[in-house]
């Protein structure tokens, strides 16, 4: 377990998704090996290195770590990403755990029913709007910098646009009644790193399709149906 961190994880977007971005906006290269049968999977329980039964699984550092927000948090620090002192980590968490809360309502969508994801599209909308973005357009007018915490670039910035990109798949204009935010957007989007991964034939995952559902139904099993928020 040497070199380029290598990502385990199905083809498509999912809790890895975040991961990709991190290390994107690290400038840090990445391998990833898809997980397409069931017996892929096994094989990795098997042998062990899912501590608890389930994946993203990122080996890096000679560590095979599993947990998302393990895996993040590791990423942020060691690529000064994770603010300049305790305050500012705090900060952070903070404002990522909004975002993750706001990419929840995201994650499921696509294992919905037709008529359940028209009603979750609306509830993802209405909860940006009313209640997740307001903070984030308040932290930027009242502090007045570029980025959300000390003027630095950091994983709450990341996260925070992979989220709006996100909701605006479902709605394109969801940012209209945001100034700071749509400022936001495109300062972030213009830095060199996340430039290059928001091009074509990156590593990013595009919208999740029905091929990326029936892998992911048919490696974990997952035989019920998802309801709507």
């Known amino acids: 377990m040497s070199g380029k961190p290598k990502l385990y994880y199905f083809d498509g977007r999912g809790k890895m998704e975040s991961v990709r971005w991190l290390l994107a906006a690290a400038g840090v290269e990445f391998e990833e090996e898809f997980l397409e049968t069931r017996e892929q999977y096994e094989k990795l329980l098997q042998g062990g290195s899912l501590l608890f039964q389930q994946v993203p699984m990122v080996e890096m550092d000679g560590m095979r770590m599993v947990q998302t927000r393990a895996i993040l948090s590791y990423i942020a620090a060691k690529y000064n990403l994770y603010g300049k002192d305790l305050k500012e980590r705090a900060l952070i968490d903070m404002y990522v755990g909004g975002t993750e809360d706001l990419m929840g309502f995201i994650l499921m969508f696509p294992f919905l029913s037709a008529e359940d994801k028209e009603k979750q599209r609306a509830f993802i909308v209405q909860k940006a709007t ?100």
Not at 143 to 151: A, R
């Open 130 to 229: 009313s209640r997740y973005f307001p903070v984030y357009e308040k932290v930027l007018k009242d502090h007045g910098q570029d980025f959300l915490v000390g003027n630095n670039f950091s994983w709450a910035d990341v996260h925070l646009l992979e989220a709006i990109l996100m909701v605006e798949e479902k709605k394109s204009d969801v940012l209209s009644g945001f100034p700071q935010l749509q400022a936001f957007k495109a300062r972030i989007s213009s830095i060199p790193t996340i430039k290059k991964f928001l091009e074509p034939g990156s590593q990013r995952k595009p919208v999740p399709d029905d091929k990326y559902v029936e892998t992911v139904r048919r490696v974990l099993r997952m035989y019920y149906d998802l309801k709507a928020n």
